[in-house]
Every structure is written in C-alpha cells, then in structure tokens.
C-alpha cells in the first residue's frame, strides 16, 4: 500500500532552518512527481513546492527563495529545506503524490516557528 511519512518537524526560532524529510513506500517512488503541502492554524491546505521526477522544482511564491525541495529516488525520500523560517511558516506539513487517479498524503509533521 501507498504510504507516506513525513518526519523532522520541529519548534525553530525565526530566521532558523529546519530539513523535513518523506519516506515513499507503496510504489514506485522514482515514477512519480512528489509535492509538499501546508496547512496553517485556521487556513486552507496550500502548495508548497514539487518535485519532478527528474528533479524539477517548483515553488509557491511564498517560499521561494528560502525553501529547496530535493528527492533521494536511490531511498525513496523526498526533503524540504527550509531556511530563514518566519512565524507564517507555522503549519503542518505534508509530502504527497498523485498515482492514476488518487492523491495521497502522509500524516503530516508540525512545524512551529516561534521565540
């Protein structure tokens, strides 16, 4: 079965960084394009930024400039790293890929920037 973890959230000062990482299992991992996604305190779940399978990325404008996604397709784990964090960044995150016709998601990790 499709499975997703996500891993690495953690409370951060502003301005710090923190790495999330993804563990794919379920299916071909290499096949797919993988996606983070967030969901703030109160709002809807917004894109955060993809991977392509041969390594495209694509950011929200949000984060651009201060996230990288990246992917291990050797592992099966997809990563984000995030840096100069601010407090809007707070939210929980979520790796996800789209098989055929479904989208699936991981539990998601939370990640608390704050003093």
């Known amino acids: 079965q499709v499975q997703l973890v996500e891993s690495g959230g953690d409370l951060v000062q502003p301005g710090g960084s923190l790495r999330l990482s993804c563990a794919a299992s379920?299916?071909?991992?290499?096949?797919?394009?993988m996606n983070w996604y967030r969901q703030a305190p109160g709002k809807e779940r917004e894109f955060v930024a993809s991977?392509?399978?041969?390594?495209?990325?694509n950011y929200a404008d949000s984060v651009k400039g201060r996230f990288t996604i990246s992917r291990d397709n050797a592992i099966d784990t997809l990563y984000l790293q995030m840096n100069r964090l601010k407090p809007e960044d707070t939210a929980v995150y979520y790796c996800?890929?789209?098989?055929?016709?479904?989208?699936?998601w991981g539990q998601g990790t939370q990640v608390t920037v704050s003093q």
């Open positions: 996800n890929t789209f098989i055929v016709v479904r989208n699936f």
């Open positions: 379920g299916f071909t991992f290499s096949a797919y394009p």
């Open positions: 991977m392509s399978r041969s390594g495209g990325p």
